[in-house]
């Protein structure tokens, strides 16, 4: 089991900028895929920032450019650093670890996944 617990959220002015944390605890020894997801009020859930185990980072066009995913090991902490924030970026933001082949975000699901229970971001116009 992992538990997973974010943190950070918060709510500031277009162009803006939060770091979201999330700190894992439990198993943590498994090669786990993790990501940030976020979801809107009548939206579905929507990938935002994916790191494998070794390192290697995807973000889907949306974001591009502007949110970047990092991890300290030693810490056991996950982080989301989001710049030039826009209104449509509110949403609720979710940590999440995946159990895949190898850690990599592109293989295959091989375990349970874990979700924290979420933190706001609210970006006003």
């Known amino acids: 089991q992992v538990q997973l617990v974010e943190s950070g959220g918060g709510s500031v002015q277009a162009g803006g900028s939060l770091r979201l944390s999330c700190a894992a605890s439990?198993?943590?020894?498994?090669?786990?895929?993790m990501g940030w997801f976020r979801q809107a009020p009548g939206k579905e859930r929507e990938g935002v920032a994916a790191?494998?185990?070794?390192?290697?980072?995807t973000y889907p066009d949306s974001v591009k450019g502007r949110f970047t995913i990092s991890k300290d090991n030693a810490k056991n902490t996950l982080y989301l650093q989001m710049n030039s924030l826009k209104p449509e970026d509110t949403a609720m933001y979710y940590c999440?670890?995946?159990?895949?082949?190898?850690?990599?975000?592109?293989?295959?699901?091989?375990?349970?996944?874990?979700w924290g229970q979420g933190t706001q971001v609210t970006v006003s116009s």
């Open positions: 999440a670890a995946e159990e895949t082949y190898g850690g990599s975000c592109t293989g295959g699901k091989v375990g349970e996944s874990y």
């Open positions: 439990g198993d943590t020894y498994s090669s786990y895929c």
């Open positions: 790191i494998d185990s070794d390192g290697s980072t």
